[in-house]
């Protein structure tokens, strides 16, 4: 099987000085291998990342680190390891709960380990390997709010409103480093879906996640598991339609998918992330 010769360890350290010659550009996607409701693969976060870091890579050059599936929980200030424990419920539930919040099987490390890993990998990627910029994708909303918290104390700024839309960029031992969120760059294109069908707002696990997993394999999505007549449903079974509480998809919503829904979204989403990516590293070229 051929390789991908935009990934690090698929590389010999000649190619790696060469790609890196081309395009001083490394990619990073970060999530947590977590819980997006029973049809829905745990790797979700973890693949969307890697898979939108590749395909830019592609268009860009550069190269990409394995994936890194290490994430936070919780939003910013995120969850210590006390209150990570501390959260632990017992799964298989056999009530309806829409308070679904426990970490079976999901796998989160607590807001100290991740900010130390995330600043030392950026620390050793400036300052060992010597790249221009850093795509760091965060593709799990935590991440991404710690990711974009250490680059503005970095730059000695606050960190935007863990709601706030958009990428952020900013130095970092003298490597830019741009670093996004799942949502920074087709909001846009998911809220007008929602609105066009009825949907009150992008649910975590529902049609506009799953749409991006179905994107990357057809197989990653296995809708047949949402039947709890058949299957064990770890936090109760989906509601068939929203009420005002609802705090997860209903099942109707995944009614609504399409491959050309995944394809686009996909395809809107790397796009976002390679024109900020040239932007980003025109201007660290040009002024150097």
Known sequence: ????????????????????????????????????????????DTNKGYDWCLAAAEITGGIVFPMLPIAPEGRRPHLSREELRARFKPHFREEYDEDFASVYPSVFFSREACYAIYEELLEMLADELEFKLCMFVGSHSPASQLIKEIICKENGVEPPDALKRGSVSGDFHGMRVVTCSSLDYNIGYIMDHCQKNGLPKPYHGGVWEMALNYAINPDYYHPEYLDETKYPQHYGALRNYYTPESRRPAKKEFELFTPEYAKEIREITIQGIVDDVLKNYKEVTENK
């Open 1 to 44: 099987m051929a390789r991908n010769m935009h990934k690090y360890e698929e590389l010999t350290p000649y190619e790696f000085d060469q790609e890196k010659e081309r395009a001083s550009i490394i990619y990073v996607a970060a999530g947590p291998l977590e819980y997006h409701e029973e049809c829905n693969i745990l790797g979700l």
